[in-house]
């Protein structure tokens, strides 16, 4: 009972934490950024002078020996997806975890969500799709999804992307927003599958990356150990030459990772763990909003 009462308490908190942020930030820009996804069929009504001759439907004036044309509304509605990588680095972090910030994150595009009255669904993933929650509407759901994220443990530790985003596109049929939260520190091949995700629907990569994992700092012989196969690794880091090495690595692979969401149309925030994500998000939306 003490531990549900605990999880309870920490989606509560998590509710109240980004509550200014959803109507100081988000929800000024929502409704303009993320637009309604195309148009749907209304009805068929006669035609009025300065109507678009291309919305004539010719099988039903041919009929009737009357124009008549057919009408569309934009769908306002959305359907919003989180795909949130689960797996064993996500526990890194030197103040707070990658996890924890995602949560945060998370919480705050969905409440967002909320107020456009938008439909939420959720995959949780590390190397398969370990749970999918469809999409459904209201704060009742979001709870829920905020209690089965605080609350999971995946089967597996490991990251690979490519297979579950293969997954997801043969699951997610009507063109929706779909937030990927991870650290991208996969090495597999998931720009395929996450371009074929992009061509049908509005794809934006959140990156969660903690300060240590940028830069290592001079503090002598330490043990490194991945999260996610066990593999432990003795450094020196008094080592200037492996810590220039190290920089360097990093910084190839933050400026591919950006090249090739950019090739990909991929829009992109990158955040620190140690960073006000408001910040980032409120340049995002502004960006977008242009």
């Not at 509710?15 to 068929?44: A, M, P, R, W």
């Not at 439909?119 to 469809?134: M, Q, R, S």
């Not at 997801?168 to 091949?189: A, G, L, Y």
Request: hydrophobic share 35%; no cysteine; charged share 30%.
């Amino acid at each position: 009972m003490s531990q549900t009462k605990e999880i309870l308490k920490k989606v509560k908190k998590l509710d109240i934490k980004t509550k200014q942020l959803v109507d100081g930030i988000i929800s000024g820009n929502y409704n303009s950024i993320f637009k309604g996804q195309g148009i749907e069929f209304s009805e068929i009504r006669d035609y009025r002078t300065g109507d678009d001759i291309r919305t004539i439907d010719w099988k039903v004036t041919a009929r009737f020996n009357h124009p008549y044309i057919k009408e569309f509304i934009e769908e306002r509605d959305l359907q919003v997806y989180f795909i949130l990588d689960v797996s064993g680095s996500g526990s890194f972090g030197t103040n707070i975890s990658k996890q924890e910030k995602s949560l945060e994150i998370i919480a705050s595009l969905m409440f967002a969500a909320l107020r456009n009255n938008d439909g939420i669904g959720v995959f949780l993933i590390t190397d398969n799709v370990e749970k999918y929650i469809p999409v459904r509407k209201g704060r009742k759901h979001i709870l829920q999804l905020l209690n089965i994220i605080t609350t999971f443990t995946p089967s597996s530790t490991k990251t690979n992307l490519k297979q579950p985003l293969e997954q997801i596109s043969k699951i997610i049929k009507r063109k929706s927003i779909v937030f990927v939260i991870s650290d991208f520190i996969d090495n597999s091949e998931y720009l395929k599958p996450l371009k074929i995700l992009r061509k049908r629907h509005d794809v934006i990569a959140l990156r969660i990356i903690d300060p240590r994992e940028k830069e290592i700092p001079d503090v002598g012989m330490i043990e490194l150990e991945d999260d996610e196969t066990g593999e432990q690794i003795l450094v020196d880091t008094s080592d200037e030459e492996f810590r220039n090495m190290y920089s360097r690595l990093i910084t190839e692979n933050d400026l591919k990772f950006i090249t090739n969401m950019m090739k990909n149309k991929v829009d992109t925030i990158s955040l620190l763990t140690d960073q006000n994500y408001s910040v980032s998000l409120k340049k995002f939306f502004k960006k977008r909003n242009k």
